[in-house]
């Protein structure tokens, strides 16, 4: 290829990111002198559409819909719950519920005032409509105690009521939704109107674009940006260096350079989690000595080091970050060992064949393996480890067959227990530590595909509810203590690693974006939390 057509192909991303931005424009109000338009790379485009009921059941989904709907409470920079729709709040152990005081400048996009009513309905309407990110399977019922005044009424003691529930849950516009049926099919304009810092303008599922534009009533003072533009980029380095988006995710290995650009460079080290899903429902995954061959099989230290360029940590194996609060270092460990994973293998009854590698009963063990392109760097790559770990898994003499799929087919696999091995990840292992009951148990997943739904050790389950109950801190630590203890047993799900997820954004726009500890919501780690662009 000349330089002349190759000099093209590099201007060509360019030029659609520009076009792009053209064709969104017309779409939105003027904005006021000094509130910037700020653009957002993405490299996939689509996370459905931002509300409770149709954003895609990831961590990026539920972003977009933080935008446009606001809950009772919310975490600021340091990880701590501030007041949202709610001024205050209290817990009366006695009556077992909560009581919340509502701002009473807050108010709906359509103009009509947030009252204690909606958050009452709303209680009701998710207890009749989950989804996977409110489960209200702990909430009893609530009531409007007062003008602004709601109170939620728990079943038993639950510890994580604030972090799970009030900052996690969306309030919803009873005036809208009173009368909707089906909430999973609506999807009229009304279904889009929130009470948070921006409002829903427009989604291109082809051009994979978003719009937001800054809702001039919010309540906590007008955002700081005019609008928000999510952009699909399949370089989200070139375009953040051309100017063409703001804020991008990028590899670690660029944030040098990129602060030589004067742009600021975030990195969070255990926000996210790789892990390996196993379907234990199947033999011989059913039998904990295998998972825990696989364990021994896989060397995680040599995954991060050649897949990921030792850009990551280890993980632990009883799922919780080693920076929380919460986290037990004294673990059982699997340091890598093809002869004991052998060994394990043979005490279940296999035998290697010529050439080394294990059957049963004539029968050849071969596992399928699922692997999709991930995101690196905002940029859709294949997937490295599956190969690393096809190779690890043939020196312990397990044949592997990898099979690529598109990320939403590797999900609805694992969802419907349609395979053998399959490499996935989530966030939340910083948060609340709930997400032990909501990545282990079925009892508490709410559909998510990344949740174990491990039901097989009865010790194992009754200490995930008590844990929940446990509102006395040093009670809690102990039970979750001996919860990680038996994760790190059982291997429902094996933990691999935790990568460094990088961005770059650009300060000059006066908008100081952040990673929230803990994570937004449930523990998500990205750092576009809603608090960067209000007040000042």
């Known amino acids: 290829m000349n330089s002349g057509a190759s000099s093209n192909r590099c201007l060509w991303p360019a030029i659609l990111l520009a076009a792009i931005c053209l064709t969104l424009l017309p779409l939105l109000g003027p904005a006021r002198a000094g509130e910037p338009t700020v653009r957002i790379a993405d490299g996939r485009g689509d996370w459905g559409l931002p509300n409770p009921f ?8 539920y972003i977009h819909m933080s935008w446009v709907f606001d809950t009772l409470v919310w975490k600021d920079h340091r990880g701590e719950l501030v007041p949202a729709l709610a001024n205050s709040w209290a817990y009366e152990p006695q009556r077992q ?56 009424f728990l079943r038993h003691p639950y510890a994580p009521f604030l972090a799970d529930i009030g900052g996690t849950m969306p309030i919803m516009p009873a005036h809208i939704w009173r009368e909707v049926e089906e909430p999973t099919s609506f999807t009229e304009p009304g279904a889009f109107i929130g009470s948070g810092p921006f409002r829903f303008i427009d989604f291109n599922k082809v051009q994979g674009t978003y719009l937001y534009e800054a809702f001039a009533d919010y309540y906590q003072g007008r955002p700081k940006a005019a609008r928000l533009i999510y952009l699909r980029s399949s370089q989200p380095l070139v375009a953040l260096s051309r100017g063409e988006v703001d ?11 990129l602060k030589k650009q004067n742009f600021t460079v975030l990195c969070d080290e255990r926000g996210w989690n790789r892990k390996l899903m196993i379907n234990h429902r199947r033999p011989p995954f059913s039998d904990r000595r295998f998972r825990q061959a696989l364990a021994h099989a896989i060397d995680r230290e040599a995954l991060i080091a050649q897949a990921q360029r030792g850009h990551a940590r280890p993980a632990s ?39 080394g590698f294990y059957q049963l009963e004539g029968r ?7 692997v999709s392109n991930i995101t690196a760097g905002g940029q859709s790559v294949p997937n490295r480890d599956g190969e690393k770990i096809r190779r690890q898994l043939a020196r312990a003499g397990i044949r592997v067959e990898l099979v690529n799929m598109e990320q939403a087919v590797t999900d609805q696999r694992i969802r419907d227990w349609q395979f053998d091995l399959a490499l996935s990840g989530h966030g939340g292992v910083a948060g609340d ?21 491990f039901d097989a050790n009865p010790e194992l389950e009754e200490l995930l509810a008590t844990q929940l ?52 919501g449930k523990g998500i780690p990205i750092p576009q939390n809603k608090l960067s662009v209000i007040g000042e």
């Open 97 to 152: 519920a909560f009581t919340f005081q509502m701002n009473p400048q807050a108010q709906w996009h359509d103009g009509t005032p947030v009252t204690a009513a909606d958050v009452a309905f709303t209680i009701d309407l998710f207890q009749r409509h989950p989804t996977p990110w409110v489960n209200l399977k702990e909430i009893s019922h609530a009531e409007v105690t007062g003008s602004r005044q709601v109170t939620i």
């Open 54 to 61: 149709h954003h895609y059941p990831r961590g990026p989904g």
């Open 433 to 453: 530590a709930r997400i032990l009951n909501e990545m282990i148990s079925p009892n508490y997943s709410g559909g998510s595909v990344n949740s174990a739904r």
């Open 364 to 370: 050849p063990l071969i596992v399928e393996l699922l």
């Open 317 to 355: 194996y009883g799922l919780l970050s080693k920076d929380h609060s919460l986290y037990n270092p004294d673990l059982p460990d699997y340091a890598p060992d093809p002869a004991k994973a052998r060994a394990l293998l043979e005490e279940m009854g296999y035998t290697a064949d010529a050439e």
């Open 247 to 257: 804020l991008a995710a990028i590899q670690p290995e660029m944030a040098d350079a």
């Open 469 to 520: 109950r446990a509102m006395e801190p040093d009670e809690r630590r102990r039970l979750v203590h001996r919860i990680q203890e038996l994760h790190a047993l059982e291997l429902p799900a094996m933990p691999l690693y935790y990568p460094d997820a990088c961005v770059a954004y650009n300060p000059r726009l006066g908008i100081d974006w952040f990673y929230t500890p803990g994570g937004v």
